[in-house]
């Protein structure tokens, strides 16, 4: 079932005992989870898993070997793979991956001429590394050699901040989380949630979003860590020539 921002927001206010909407009102709920997404959005790219992913299709032209990244949220890229045009139409097309480096590193993948040899046939994919920079405020990726004729690759890439969500978007993360979200808006809502309580129901309600929220955010540090669960896959016995056994000698 799809969560909806608006609801996460009213669950929110739930936690806090609904104040009155003075002393909290919807759009500073919004913006507490707007930052709250955004920081469980990093800590999901920090892991090893590449949890959420966009790609981008570089059109390389020979008129030069450094392009504007224009990417929307461009953040961190992770792989970098050949496609046989601008719409991928060749079923048939196999593809290749190539490896990210530093411009400095470049020459590690390739020695030769600045643009790649043109004769007898030019082939469309030549690169052999690609560089990500940063000047004047804008992001470059840096493809070696120089192309001869018009190639396209995909760039797939952790997102850096997407706008954020507003109250009719769905939730951008993982859904199974949608608590550790809310209670973690709670917390930060607290003390001006707090100013319209009697000092019972004070102590109540950020005795529970103590207790509460530090579990849900300890599973998910755990969950995040491993992209599918231990041992999935299929089952191996011992005479079916998988067997560990069959390379102790």
Known sequence: MTVVIKDMVTNTRDLLGMPNHQDL??????????????????????TDVDWILNTWRLAVEPSSDTFVVSAPSFGRPVLITSVSDAADSDSSFVKRTYPLCDVPDAHLFYVGPTQAATAPMPAPHVASAFSLYASGGQQFIKVTPR???????????????????????????LENFVNLV?????????PGAAKGMDAVTRVEIKERLEKVFPDLRDTFESYIRQDVKEQVGPRRGWSSGQDWMDYWY
């Open 25 to 46: 009102p919807l759009y500073r709920v919004l913006l507490r989870m707007q930052r709250v997404i955004d920081h469980y959005r990093n800590r999901m790219n920090i």
């Open 147 to 173: 192309h001869a004729t018009q190639a396209f690759y995909d760039i797939w890439y952790e997102p850096g901040r997407p706008d954020p969500p507003m109250l009719a978007d769905n939730f951008p993360l």
């Open 182 to 190: 809310e209670a973690h808006t709670a917390l930060d809502c607290y």
